[in-house]
């Protein structure tokens, strides 16, 4: 089987329930999603739709209440909080909305900092993370702290934090909301080149219209479910106005 | 991840310094506080250390502390010298008398009057002279350190009391022919000493003017079976140094409130630091909640989290201790200079250690809840 057909993610009929009783709310319906390997899919919607709750359920954050849940191939609901805690730091790539750097660390440290989580020599942990910082542009910034980056050099860091452990799958939670259109594409591109492989998958949740051109699939969400799921090759803008919501579109 | 949990701790200078301020400030309080009442405590004993030749006191039932005089009859020195066990036993006058000064400056003294023919009970260090000179005509001793605080001839506005000087005591001549050093007293009242004889003769008339006999116990003798025999024999109170001593502190340190008023500036001490670190390093692990989430995300497990929590408490614990620990021994050490009270036992520095230790275990602790309850899926609220 060729790894492009290796399903990275397979949810099957994903539920999630906050709460209980009579104030319980419903923020997933029953999602059946696949994501290939190599693909990178992104989940869009208006607020509330359950976007970052299934990222949260994928990335192995959040319990799911019902369904089944695979992430190349392991079994994620079936496994033990502390199972899971070690799967993360193995095979999950996080990139946060608010970059979420450690301010009193350099670019170079925070990038290293799955490496440390993973228990490597400090020293090897710090080469990967220049070697990383390289690769996503920012070699000449590699001791400069967070306070002292632009937004999109801040969100490179966090790129170069997410992929240095070389993770299976990488999660993206608005990354270009916080950036200007311009350094929000070089983001992408940077996102783009360095973590497309046949051998991982990338999801992102994003608002942002003026990235769709970067999907793969676009998968459109309201009110807990995918609505419409646009596949196959990589969407356009075009393409995403036909499954975004009104607003969106007209936004796009 | 140990690196990572100190630069989060010291990422934030201004809190971090909060941090250690507050229990360095603690610390201090602690220290200086306790090793303050521990000198007091000390000092009330000073005059039994200083005239620790002895295994034995025998004092009236109704002493209370070693300045404290109720006199007993004169026979009982014979008493005692006849109880199997006692090595020798001798008399000891002590009582408050008033003197005068050459320039007429009028004082209060406690003057000791030590046994003619041996003059046990002395003073621990002669300065100046040699301590059978008391034995001299009208001869008395005085305290050669800081003779211008207790003997001071104020009316003159001159010089304090020196060797040599002629002074009177209830009227009656007495010169200085020797100076000692002792310890520093909790009574401010000067201690002068002259023979027993000579102290009668100070002495207002009296029906019995025995403060206490001192008794030495023979090598090999159990001591509390000695005691015991001397309490049967005389009737009397017989304790040894310690008893005493404890006795005394116990009164003092009773009767006067500094026990509750120390006590209560260390507990003070102790919340003041308490809520000023604790509040501190809580609100800094509440700041960096964000963070934390972050790492749970990442893969950091709840066990890695405690002992990175516990490393920044640690730190900010060992380096506020000590710099606390430093200002309250150089504060200490200022004020014994001055002859106040402050001694500082390792029972001191141990005891505010590991109260700084529970205060920032129970800071860390309260921390480290909000983080346990934390939801790595935090890092996805925008």
């Known amino acids: 089987m060729r790894t492009a057909d290796r399903l990275a993610v397979d949810c099957r009929a994903v539920t999630k329930t906050y709460g209980e009783g009579e104030t319980a709310v419903l ?5 059946d999603l696949e994501i290939r390997a190599g693909e990178l ?27 089944n849940l695979h992430v190349f191939g392991a079994d994620v609901s079936a496994m033990k909080p502390s199972a899971r805690t070690s799967w993360r730091r193995d095979r999950i790539g996080f990139v946060f909305q608010s970059f979420n750097l450690m301010p009193a660390l350099t670019a170079t440290e925070n990038v290293a900092i799955p490496l440390l989580i993973k228990g490597s ?26 306070a002292q980056l632009s937004g999109g050099q801040q969100q490179r860091v966090a790129i170069g934090r997410a992929l240095v452990h070389e993770p299976q799958l990488i999660v993206c939670d608005e990354p270009t909301s916080s950036l200007d259109h311009e350094t929000g594409l070089s ?3 940077v996102l783009r080149e360095t973590a497309a492989a046949e051998d991982r998958a990338l999801v992102v949740v994003t608002h942002d219209a003026r990235i769709f051109e970067y999907a793969d699939r676009i998968a459109r969400m309201d009110d807990g479910r995918i609505v419409t799921l646009e596949g196959g090759t990589r969407a356009s803008a075009e393409a995403y106005q036909r499954v975004a919501s009104p607003a969106a579109a007209q936004h796009a | 991840m140990n690196l990572i949990a100190l630069k989060m701790l010291m990422g934030d200078r201004l809190k971090y310094y909060g941090l250690i301020a ?11 506080q306790s090793s303050i009442l521990v000198g007091f405590t000390k000092q009330t004993g000073a005059f039994i250390r200083d005239t620790a030749q002895a295994d034995l006191w025998i004092m009236d039932p109704q002493v209370r502390f070693s300045q404290d005089r109720v006199p007993v009859r004169e026979t009982t020195v014979q008493l005692a010298r006849g109880v199997a066990g006692v090595e020798w036993a001798v008399p000891l006058y002590q009582g408050f ?23 046990t009970g002395g003073p621990p260090q002669i300065v100046r002279g040699q301590l059978s000179d008391l034995r001299r005509d009208k001869a008395v001793f005085i305290q050669a350190d800081k003779p211008e605080k207790k003997l001071m001839m104020k009316r003159t506005g001159g010089r304090p009391l020196a060797f040599g000087d002629r002074f009177s005591i209830n009227d009656n001549e007495a010169v200085v022919m020797g100076t000692y050093r002792a310890r520093e007293s909790f009574f401010w009242e000067p201690v002068i000493y002259t023979t027993y004889t000579r102290a009668l003769s100070y002495a207002p008339p009296e029906r019995n003017a025995l403060a206490y006999v001192l008794v030495k116990v023979q090598p090999g003798r159990d001591v509390q079976a000695v005691k015991k025999a001397l309490e049967q024999k005389t009737g009397l109170s017989v304790r040894t140094n310690d008893e005493f001593i404890a006795m005394t502190a116990d009164y003092i340190l ?6 509750v008023n120390f006590g209560l500036a260390v507990a003070l001490g102790v919340m003041i630091g308490s809520l000023v670190a604790g509040q501190t390093f809580y609100n800094f692990t509440l700041d960096n909640l964000r963070h934390y989430g972050a790492l749970k995300a990442m893969g950091v497990s709840n066990g890695r989290l405690v002992l990175m929590v516990l490393l920044q408490a640690g730190t900010v614990a060992v380096l506020g201790y000590s710099i606390g ?24 520095p141990a005891f505010a250690f590991t109260a700084i230790t529970l205060v920032c275990g129970l800071a860390a602790w309260l921390s480290l809840r909000r983080v346990f309850a934390l939801e790595p899926a935090v890092v996805f609220k925008g």
């Open chain 1, 187 to 189: 983001v992408m591109n």
């Open chain 2, 22 to 32: 507050g229990i360095a400030f603690a610390t201090m309080l602690i220290l200086q």
């Open chain 2, 325 to 348: 620990a430093g200002l309250g021994s150089g504060m200490g050490w200022i004020v014994a200079s001055q002859g106040l009270a402050f001694s500082m036992p390792w029972q001191i």
């Open chain 2, 97 to 119: 008398l008033r003197g005068n000064m050459p320039d007429g400056t009028r004082f209060t003294m406690i003057l000791v009057g030590l046994d003619d023919a041996t003059l």
């Open chain 1, 121 to 146: 020599p400090r020293k090897e942990a710090m080469a990967r993370a220049e070697h990383m910082l390289e690769r996503v542009g920012l070699a000449n910034r590699r001791h400069a702290l967070p």
């Open chain 1, 27 to 31: 923020a997933l319906r029953g999602i």
């Open chain 1, 41 to 67: 899919m992104m989940l869009v919607g208006p607020s509330g739709c359950g976007k970052t709750t299934l990222i949260s359920i994928i990335a192995g954050i959040l319990d799911r209440t019902d369904g």
């Open chain 2, 254 to 259: 009773n009767t006067t409130g500094i026990l």
